[in-house]
């Protein structure tokens, strides 16, 4: 691909205010020599202002969604993109979110450009876990765990129940739950069919990929390992 293509395509500016940064000997290789827009030279050795480019295409982005902000684009609130430099928003292709988490929940938010990779981690059929821990209203009963395991429970104005889910009890009102699919709502509505309320929520992890110790509103690129983390136990 062109540099100039290339650039625009990482958000760097448009086409028009890209050609000025080639004109203005703005863009160089590793050993400072200029480029032009025509080259065609190995994303790693590109420099703009002497730093290295952003990663190229195939992006994966980790971050410590905090609590609100939404994962919409248009949203007129505050948005995760706002978390990441401005550029990302401009990128060919898109970067978007791996699902979503509501408003209130914070935690593990995905991103990338990559669509087939997006459809892998949130296909049911591959059955990523998706890890959440919620503190709750009410004391546990006792029974969430069998009635969330029995692969039975229906949600409210839905069809089909929900996959076998795990709960793990951390707490009277405190507890950790691992879920194979991402319905609307699905924990806030799974405690709500059992007479409680979640207070408060958060995605831990997602496959074997942990939130870490990203403080909130933090994000890091995903290396092959982390991506492979995520798969880890999936089919
Ligand atoms: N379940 C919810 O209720 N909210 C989320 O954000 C994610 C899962």
């Known amino acids: 691909m062109k540099l100039v ?8 500016g448009s086409r028009k205010d890209v ?27 590109i420099r703009l202002d002497g730093e290295p480019l952003d990663p190229p295409t195939g992006l994966v982005l980790m971050l410590h969604k905090p609590l609100g902000v939404t994962c919409s684009r248009k949203d007129p609130g505050r948005v995760v993109y706002d978390l990441l430099p401005s550029r990302y928003r401009m990128r060919e ?44 209203a009410d004391d546990l009963r006792g029974d969430e765990a069998a009635l969330f395991a029995s692969g039975t429970l229906l949600l409210e104005s839905e069809t089909t129940p929900l996959a076998p889910a795990t709960l793990d009890v ?7 739950l691992t879920l194979h699919e991402g319905r609307y709502h699905q924990v806030r509505r799974m ?44 089919r």
């Not at 593990?108 to 059955?127: M, N, V």
């Not at 951390?170 to 950790?176: K, T, Y």
Request: charged share 25%.
């Open 19 to 45: 050609a000025w940064m080639f004109r203005e000997g703005r863009v160089t290789d590793a050993d400072g020599e200029v480029l032009y827009a025509d080259d065609k030279v190995e994303h790693a050795r």
């Open 5 to 12: 293509k290339l650039l625009a395509n990482l958000g760097y």
């Open 93 to 136: 292709p898109a970067l978007s979110t791996v699902g979503r988490l509501d408003r209130d929940t914070s935690g593990l938010l995905l991103l990338t450009d990559d669509g087939a990779l997006l459809h892998r981690i949130i296909s049911p059929r591959a059955e990523v876990a998706k890890v959440y821990e919620a503190t709750l």
């Open 191 to 234: 405690f709500a069919a059992t007479g409680n309320r979640v207070e408060t929520l958060q995605r831990v992890a997602i496959g074997a990929l942990a939130l870490d110790a990203l403080a909130p509103g933090e994000w890091r690129a995903l290396e092959a390992d982390d991506v492979a983390r995520i798969f880890a136990g999936a």
């Open 170 to 176: 951390l707490g009277p009102r405190h507890a950790r």
